[in-house]
């Protein structure tokens, strides 16, 4: 066939986008070239994989990393082309994502190339998963972006502040340069591209949101288990990341390789980016020794439920460990857990915690980041410092170190500090952390709670926990307050919505009085106590009477308000009455969330929502409606 010539063909040959599934978030992906070794290119803050093949420059950079690689492009969530999220994405997300990237682009194994923030990333990456990673190129990059009393090899504080302003001002068109690549600055074709590019990777809120969780993130301490080759590149008169942040890095990863080069930009596609990929292409591809991954980084959770621990405690813990995907290295009245994420180590500890708070373990427990063997040996030195932070735990709390509360930075978990503490086996203070807001003793009779959640005019007056917030009045409120009326009831979006929420009832719907309703209620409450009593006493046959009987009420109950045998009319009512109810709760649960932590989480864990919505509290609250 005949040739194409110029730009269509340099189009026609650009990989084409595709999507990989990390959990309910679609990664956007590319894959070019058919290297012998895959590269994964960690991007820094923003990203967009489509238009940045837009600027020759970078296409260039890209196609030279693909000669001698299967390169793997992505955006990162709530970027690019990716699923916009809410939130930045943590680091524990992040990774979740690169693997997901990994496992749909084929690739067991890749060297990881981290520029800029996507760098702590892929030394937290490195370190959890060594058998995925083949090496490590960093540049511009840094364990910790902000100097602090123990740090100065960042930026300061004020600093940040000062390039925050000046990126909300001028983001989409150009934010940042001028610092970024300051060899472009009477390039217009390049600041236009530029601007394009910051428009279509993510929004001035996003990109700053992001910006700021970076500043939050410290992986100081993951630096000695990075196991593999690592090249660390920087440019010596860049003032982005500051050149001290690549040198601490080098002398604290075991065995790094690194390298001053000249230049002012920290784009490593502006400038002489042959430079940069020069040295890459050799560490990559030239001969050198490759260290064994025999350990892996890993969260570790110890676990005393107490004296008076039991088959019910191990059980509780074992299957709340499994559920957050970690692993049990031991067992008794103390276990050892181990997990790939510090986000879920610690939403498992909490979970362990309220299951058996009431029961009256004295369950306390310590989190840690440590090193364990491929055969699941813990060292000494992790084993020490997990268990001794779970020393200094009361009876029903849970306490974590600094090291792995600077890794869960805007995941949401809600840490409080507890002060210093001389560790039993460890020779300096340690700072911890208490995960969850009250970490109250456990009782073994659990006394309800007292709680308010009533509306006074145009506002709400929400009380938990011995707090008060005032919240502007929403629908979702509303719904919440019904649910909260008929604790362990479950109650139709048929009830919740109103005409004017969704439009009116499809003509052809019966419309269910008062007492029609409740008797609906009542009977499938009754129903499902019957099937829980019937489990408990190991009563099938009984049990599966309740089920068939309330699922034949649940059919009658559809079909009485329209949602059952139905025309389309009726349908998509049903289906707007759903939608409307879940999104309407959901914003109200994230506006109590930024209020009041502490009622957000009881309420998230509560509040189930569907064509049946329910409240169903896992301690006693009585609520002042």
């Not at 934010?175 to 009477?186: C, G, K, Y």
């Amino acid at each position: 066939m005949g040739g194409c010539g110029g730009q269509t063909c340099a189009v026609a040959l650009r990989p084409e986008t595709q999507y990989a599934k990390s959990g309910e978030v679609h990664i956007a992906y590319q894959v070019v070239g058919e290297g012998p070794l895959d590269l994964v290119f960690s991007p820094s803050p923003v990203s967009n994989l489509e238009v940045a093949w837009e600027w020759p420059p970078f296409e260039r950079f890209l196609r030279r990393l693909a000669s001698f690689s299967r390169l793997i492009l992505f955006d990162k969530r709530g970027t690019g082309l990716s699923d916009r999220v809410t939130d930045a994405a943590t680091l524990e997300e992040r990774m979740d994502d690169v693997r997901a990237v990994m496992d749909a682009a084929g690739s067991e194994r890749a060297a990881i190339f981290g520029s800029s923030e996507g760098g702590p990333m892929a030394l937290l990456f490195t370190a959890t998963y060594p058998e995925r990673v083949s090496s490590l190129v960093l540049y511009g990059s840094y364990a910790k972006a902000i100097n602090s009393d123990d740090y100065s090899s960042g930026v300061d504080a004020e600093t940040f502040e000062v390039g925050m302003e000046m990126m909300v001002k001028d983001w989409g068109h150009g934010a940042l340069i001028d610092v970024f690549a300051p060899s472009t600055h009477d390039d217009v074709a390049f600041r236009t591209w530029w601007g394009r590019y910051e428009r279509q990777s993510a929004s001035p809120g996003a990109a700053v949101a992001i910006q700021r969780l970076n500043a939050k993130l410290d992986v100081r301490p993951v630096l000695p288990s990075v196991r593999v080759p690592t090249l660390v590149l920087y440019r010596a008169g860049e003032f982005v990341a500051h050149v001290e942040g690549s040198k601490y890095l080098a002398a604290h990863i075991p065995g790094a390789v690194y390298e001053e080069l000249d230049g002012v930009d920290y784009h490593p596609y502006v400038g002489d980016q042959d430079a940069i990929l020069d040295r890459i292409q050799q560490f990559l591809t030239g001969t050198r020794v490759t260290l064994a991954a025999d350990r892996v980084l890993a969260t570790l959770l110890a676990i005393d439920t107490g004296e008076r621990s039991s088959e019910r405690a191990d059980t509780v813990v074992r299957e709340q460990v499994s559920r957050y995907g970690g692993s049990v290295a031991d067992g008794g009245s103390t276990a050892l857990a181990a997990f790939d994420g510090p986000g879920r180590a610690i939403a498992c500890a909490l979970a362990i915690r309220d299951a058996l708070g009431a029961t009256g373990f004295g369950v306390r427990i310590g989190a840690h980041i440590g090193e364990i063997e491929r055969g699941g040996e813990v060292g000494a030195s992790a084993l020490t410092v997990t268990n001794a932070v779970a020393g200094r735990a009361r009876p029903g709390q849970v306490l974590v170190s600094r090291t792995v509360a600077d890794l869960v930075a805007g995941s949401g978990l809600v840490l409080t500090d507890a002060g210093q503490h001389e560790l039993e086996g460890v020779s300096v203070p340690w700072q911890l952390f208490a995960a969850g807001e009250d970490p109250a003793p456990a009782q073994i009779d659990v006394p309800a709670r007292d709680g308010t959640f009533r509306r006074e005019g145009d506002v709400w007056l929400l009380t938990y926990g011995g707090r008060s917030v005032r919240l502007r009045d929403a629908k979702g409120l509303s719904d919440l307050a019904v649910l909260l009326s008929r604790p362990g009831r479950e109650v139709h979006v048929a009830e919740l919505v109103g005409a004017g929420d969704v439009g009116p009832r499809p003509s052809a719907d019966p419309r269910l009085d008062a007492s029609a309703m409740a008797a609906y209620r009542d009977r499938l409450a009754e129903l499902a106590a019957d099937e829980e009593e019937a489990d408990r006493h190991g009563d099938g046959e009984r049990a599966a009477r309740a089920v068939l009987e309330r699922e034949a009420v649940v059919e009658r109950l559809a079909a009485d308000v329209g949602l059952a045998g139905r025309s389309r009319p009726a349908e998509d009512w049903a289906e707007r009455a759903r939608k409307a109810v879940r999104t309407r709760i959901a914003n109200a649960l994230k506006r109590i969330e930024a209020e009041h932590p502490q009622l957000g989480r009881h309420l998230r864990a509560s509040i189930r929502t569907g064509a049946f919505c329910s409240y169903e509290p896992p301690e006693p609250v009585r609520w002042n409606l």
